[in-house]
Structures are given as structure tokens and as C-alpha cells.
């Protein structure tokens, strides 16, 4: 898509210009356009990433002494195909064939890529690979389905049968490498455990190679660190051992000569439990040091709605046995709504690095649709029906020539014409619109029941009454559904119980407290025919959905039939969840407002009307609060999502466990400090 402006700004991202040449076995690869450099040797690509970065970081040994529950990180410099990481992705499969322990360990991959490589060509060249290595073929399909948008930020990527998670941060590297968050005087911090420096040659591409990058690299490492590069220039030594690692010259792969191999010696923190020989050509030695991850066992997170629910699932992931609390049942609040549409609050290009609602959107469509595959596997209706969604512009921060320097894949401005065929509206000029192709609808029932049925999470039906910490563990005390005496002890509690999440502890901040009620009816045939064929925004939302099977346990609708939603109002400080009629005319008016052609199409008898009504919780500064209380170790909340609970809780439970499990969270420094629970703005109370 043409960019709107002579100059893009430095967050926009610029797409890989790829070259192909023939390598010495007859077949075209992939060149740098950029660069002029190849991205993989010419002899074997492949055999080269095993050769230099998994061989001379000891992977095969490192990878297969992780202790149940441990994280291995390793930090790659220019993710380019995509190679290295399948190299690795394929020997960790393998290692968890054959290691049992290793079936609750995990691997964190992190990639930096400035100039990442269009999905089109990345397909066609993993295409080739697939046909080269075909070992590699079951990982090449499930990478290229979640390959993210080319667009500034960090992208996690979860792949749970794998334990893996890959954080694939496009930017600058030094930049996005700077925004990790590793506080060594925390009590469990993250580290990199290997360091695969494949950046293009110094001679090429003097940026991945400079000060700034290993400024970067000796602040993310600790003692026993390893790295690996298929470069052996004088920069690069000289940089390695200026950053407190001892290098080694070794034999490159085919034609080179040499390659480095490294060890970080020279650290502040010994906290890491693995042991490595190191064969500096006259001696070996073991280096062990204690752990530097956190491990425990349970967690109750109290509070089942939307944050709760994904709380839950994220720690079961890494391995966490959760009780799931709630004083009525999942979804019982304001996340419990037929449907709930995930679109985002988009932002001009130059903010979307930081953007919470953007990232957030972006890793919520990548999970839900994988959720598809286990509730289709247990009968369950679809977690997320795809159906992309039109933004009429009418309530946003942002213009179609800002919406121009997205790629289209993420989202692009229809013409006036193809939006209505689209839509299905007629008269209407919509030419002023935004439409995301990767928007849909959540089935939020779909997610509970998908949810639940993981090993791992067990509900309980509890109206908790204090929670109270000491040094080894926390102890909740309730009342169940006969009114019996419970108490649970715990590792670690997480609040997220909405607006109640203030009474359960102080130190959680006393949100704004904001009704909104959801009206949807069962439209004619006739009606059928002249309603928006896919989801709309306005200054609210509507949208048609067909109920499926277990819709009609948690809202009146007709399961099986068609249903039109619209809403949501928005009242402040009103907590009564009783539907009322004069909010569906609200929400009616909102709609007819913003689309007149819907004046004679929608009821204005809305007696017939059924609704749901919830309190959302709203900071002053619009930011979830996720993270730890102040004064404690054991507690944690993670509530105030607003209206965007189903767009930014999964992120926000991924960055939550990351803080419990001493992990990298996928989101910058400066975007933690603005969801800590003790931030500055959430340090005087609401008048």
C-alpha cells in the first residue's frame, strides 16, 4: 500500500526487498535488496543454522537438562526466514520426544527483524525448504498462519503443544532490544540463555553490529551466556569481549574458514542452573549456578469473567494448576454477552509500537482462532467466527490517510462502492471507512467452555471474604454455595474481579465504574435482507450472529436463529445490571443516527427487545491494571479493561505470567510502567 507521506515515520515498517539468486546446488534463494547479502549459505542453509547457532550454543545438551517448569530464552538478531528458528523449533520437538521432564519446560525465542519479509515471499521461500528439509514441513505451516502484520511492535506468537513462545519484535533492533525489561535487582529477572548473532555481514550492514546492539546484549546476559556467529570480523570480536564474553574461534560451516563462539565471564549476577563445558583449547570447566526463575505449583485467580477466564488459561499453559473463583459462575458479569466484537481502537502509525489496543488486538486474533481447533475437536461452536468488520470513522483516532500507511493485511480504506457491496448498505456514502479483514466476533461461551476444559483449571464456586499474605503463601477465606466455611492457601493469588477487585484489597485503585447494556432482537426474513451483512462501528457497534448450541444457558436468544446485536450504552457510575427499554432506543438511535437507511429497517417497538447489562471498570488513564501489589510477593491484579476486555486480556494474562515467572512480557518497558497497579496516575482516588 503507497505510503500518505515523502517521509514514513520511523516506526513504519519497510518491508524486505528480496533478490534471488542461484546457490551451488542449482536452487534460486533469497537475497537481500537491501543489503546484497544472502540470508542463508549458498552451500546449505539449514545445515548452517545446526552448524553455527544450535551446535556452538549447545542446544541439544543445554535444552535437555531443563528442570520441569524452566524457561530457556535465546535471542536471535535478524529473524529473515525464518530458518534458525525452525532449526531450533525442530530439535526442541525432538528433545521433548525423548526428555519427559521436559514436558512442562518452555522455550521463549525472541527475534528482532528491521526489515521483515513480505508473508508472499516468506511463503514461497519456506516453500522451498519444505521441499529441501522436509522435517521442517510441519512447523512451516503453523509459523506462516501466525506470522504477524509488518507492523512496529512486538508479536507473540504462541504455540502451546510446543511449549513455545516466539516474541518476534520488528524495528530497530538496538531500539527494540532496549525496551526488554531485565531488573536485576528484582528477586527473578529474565535473562538470554543463547545469543544467535546471524545479522547480514559487518561489511553489509553495519547496524546490527554496532555499539548500541551490544550495549544491549551485555545488559540482557548473565554469567554462562552463550553466543554464537557465523561472522568472525574484528567488530564482532572486539565487541564480544568487550561485553564481557570470552570468544573462541572455531570452524565455520562449508567454505568458512571461522565463525565465534562465546561465553559471557564478566557479569554481576551468577543466577542461572546449567552446566556447560567450555573447551578453550587447553582446559574444560563446569560452570553451575543457582536458579534465576521463579517455580511454584498453584494459583487461585479469583474473578471469572473475560481476564480471569484468560489468566487462568495462560498460567495452565506454563504448567500452573489454577483454582478459578468466582462468587457466581464464568462469565456472570459484564464479559458474559452473546457476542463481543474484536476490533481495535486504531492509532496512527507512529504510536502503534506502543499502542496497547493494537497489540493487544493483533495477539487476541491469533489465540482465538487457534482456540477454534480444540472447541471444533470437543464440539464447541467457533471461539472467533471471522467475519472483518467496517469502521465508519464516526468516533476515531484516525483518518484514511493514516489508515494508508497500514499494511492491508491489518487494515486498509474501501471504496465507496466495494464497501457497500460488502456491507450490504445502499445508500449510504461510507467512503470514508476503515475495514479490518482480521476482525470477528467472539462467542464468549465457546471460550469458557474451551477454556475449562483444560487439565489444569478447576472452578469453584466461592465469595471470597479476605485474602491475607505471608512469606510462603497466601490464604483466601470465603463462603461456598451452602454458606460453608472455605479456605484455600495458595502460591500466588491474582485479583480480577472487576470493580469488586477494590474491596477484595485497597491497594487495588477504585475504578470508574460504567454501565453498559447490550439489546439484541430476532429479525424477520425481511429485515434479514437489508441488515449489515458483517459487523459495523460507529459511535457504537452492531452486528448479525447466527446462536449455536449453549448460547441460550447464559443469554435469551434463539439458538439457531439469527440475532441482531447492537449496543452498548455507557452510563458512569451506575452500577444496577436490570435491563432497561430506554437504553435499547439508545442504542437504536445510535445506529439510525449513524446509517439513516436503518430508520425503516430496525424496530421501534423495542418491548420485544432482550438485552444483558454490565459494569465495565475504567482507569482515569484508560490503561489496565496488570502486575503485582505494591508491599507484596504474592499478589497480583489484573482488572480495568474497560470495553476492550476481550481484545486485551490474553495479552495482558501472557505479560501478567511472564512477571510472575521472572520471564520477558511482550510488551516495552514503558508500556509495563503505564499498567503497573501502583503508577503515578492511579495514586490519587476518583472525585
Not at 512442562?104 to 528439509?133: M, N
Not at 470513522?393 to 494508508?404: V, W
Request: charged share 20%; with cysteine.
Amino acid at each position: 500500500m503507497p505510503t500518505s507521506q515523502t517521509n514514513p515515520p520511523l516506526t513504519t515498517i519497510t518491508p524486505a526487498n528480496i533478490d534471488w539468486q542461484m546457490d551451488d546446488t542449482g536452487n534460486m534463494v533469497p537475497v537481500s535488496g537491501e543489503f546484497g547479502d544472502v540470508y542463508f549459505s549458498h552451500a546449505n542453509g539449514l545445515a548452517e543454522s545446526r552448524h553455527v547457532f544450535l551446535a556452538h550454543n549447545q542446544l541439544p545438551e543445554r535444552l535437555a537438562q531443563l528442570t520441569p517448569k524452566q524457561c530457556f530464552t535465546i535471542a536471535e538478531l535478524g529473524f529473515g526466514t525464518g530458518l534458525n528458528l525452525l532449526a531450533t523449533w525442530q530439535l526442541w520437538r525432538q528433545l521433548r520426544g525423548t526428555h519427559p521432564q521436559l514436558a512442562t519446560a518452555r522455550l521463549h525465542f525472541i527475534t528482532t527483524e528491521k526489515f521483515p519479509i513480505p508473508l508472499a515471499d516468506l511463503t514461497k521461500i519456506l516453500a522451498l525448504w519444505g521441499t529441501r528439509a522436509p522435517e521442517l514441513t510441519e512447523l512451516i505451516t503453523p509459523l506462516l498462519v501466525a506470522y504477524p502484520p509488518l507492523i512496529a511492535g512486538c508479536h507473540r506468537l504462541s504455540f502451546f503443544d510446543d511449549n513455545l513462545t516466539i516474541d518476534m519484535w520488528f524495528g530497530d533492533a538496538a531500539e527494540s532490544l532496549a525496551k526488554l525489561v531485565s531488573d536485576k535487582s528484582a528477586e527473578f529477572t529474565p535473562y538470554v540463555d543463547a545469543w544467535f548473532l546471524d545479522g547480514f555481514a559487518p561489511s553489509c550492514n553495519q547496524t546490527l553490529w554496532a555499539e548500541a546492539i551490544f550495549t544491549q546484549v551485555k545488559r540482557l546476559s548473565r554469567t554462562t551466556t552463550t553466543a554464537a556467529t557465523y561472522s568472525s570480523a574484528g567488530i564482532v570480536k572486539r565487541s564480544l569481549r568487550s561485553s564481557g564474553f570470552q570468544i573462541k574461534k572455531v570452524k565455520g560451516f562449508g567454505r568458512k574458514n571461522q565463525m565465534l563462539t562465546a561465553i559471557m565471564t564478566d557479569s554481576d549476577n551468577f543466577n542461572i542452573d546449567i552446566d556447560i563445558d567450555i573447551d578453550d583449547g587447553n582446559k574444560s570447566r563446569d560452570i553451575t549456578c543457582e536458579t534465576a526463575y521463579s517455580t511454584f505449583d498453584h494459583t487461585v485467580v479469583i474473578g471469572a469473567g473475560v481476564s480471569g477466564l484468560l489468566t487462568a488459561w495462560t498460567l495452565a499453559n506454563r504448567g500452573i494448576q489454577v483454582t478459578l473463583l468466582d462468587k457466581f459462575a464464568p462469565l456472570a458479569g459484564a464479559s458474559g454477552n452473546p457476542r463481543a466484537l474484536l476490533a481495535p481502537k486504531m492509532t496512527p502509525i507512529h504510536h502503534v509500537d506502543e499502542h496497547l489496543h493494537t497489540i493487544g488486538y493483533l495477539y487476541s486474533s491469533r489465540l482465538y482462532r487457534q482456540l477454534n481447533i480444540p472447541a471444533k475437536k470437543e464440539k464447541i461452536a467457533p471461539v472467533l467466527e471471522s467475519t472483518g468488520a467496517l469502521d465508519l470513522l464516526i468516533k476515531a483516532n484516525i483518518g484514511t490517510e493514516q489508515i494508508a500507511d497500514y499494511p492491508d493485511d491489518m487494515a486498509t480504506t474501501l471504496s465507496n462502492k466495494h464497501a457497500q457491496n460488502i456491507t450490504g448498505l445502499k445508500e449510504q456514502d461510507i467512503s470514508e471507512n476503515l475495514y479490518l479483514p482480521q476482525s470477528g466476533l467472539v462467542n464468549p461461551q465457546a471460550l469458557k467452555q474451551t477454556i475449562l476444559l483444560h487439565p489444569l483449571i478447576c472452578f469453584q464456586q466461592l465469595e471470597v471474604d479476605s485474602i491475607s499474605e505471608t512469606e510462603r503463601h497466601v490464604c483466601i477465606e470465603g463462603n461456598d454455595l451452602d454458606e460453608n466455611a472455605i479456605s484455600i492457601i495458595t502460591d500466588h493469588v491474582v485479583i480480577c474481579a472487576a470493580f469488586e477487585s477494590h474491596q477484595l484489597d485497597k491497594r487495588i485503585f477504585d475504578c470508574r465504574k460504567i454501565r453498559g447494556q447490550l439489546s439484541w432482537f430476532t429479525p424477520t426474513t425481511e429485515q434479514l435482507k437489508s441488515l449489515p451483512k458483517i459487523p459495523l462501528k460507529y459511535s457504537g457497534y452492531c452486528a448479525l450472529f447466527t446462536a449455536q448450541t449453549g448460547d441460550s444457558s447464559s443469554n435469551d436468544v434463539i439458538e439457531g436463529r439469527p440475532q441482531f446485536l447492537l449496543g452498548a450504552s455507557f452510563i458512569r457510575n451506575d452500577t444496577d445490571v436490570n435491563t432497561r427499554s430506554e437504553e435499547h432506543q439508545i442504542s437504536r438511535e445510535k445506529l439510525v443516527t449513524a446509517i439513516p437507511e436503518m430508520e425503516t429497517i430496525i424496530p421501534t417497538d423495542v418491548s420485544g427487545w432482550q438485552g444483558r447489562a454490565g459494569v465495565r471498570t475504567q482507569t482515569p488513564d484508560y490503561h489496565p491494571i496488570v502486575g503485582q501489589l505494591i508491599d507484596s510477593k504474592r499478589i497480583w491484579a489484573m482488572s480495568a479493561m474497560g470495553a476492550k476486555g476481550y481484545a486485551l486480556a490474553p495479552l495482558c494474562a501472557e505479560t501478567l505470567t511472564d512477571m510472575m515467572l521472572g520471564s520477558f512480557a511482550p510488551l516495552s518497558a514503558a508500556m509495563l510502567a503505564r499498567l503497573l497497579p501502583n503508577r503515578k496516575r492511579l495514586q490519587t482516588p476518583l472525585t
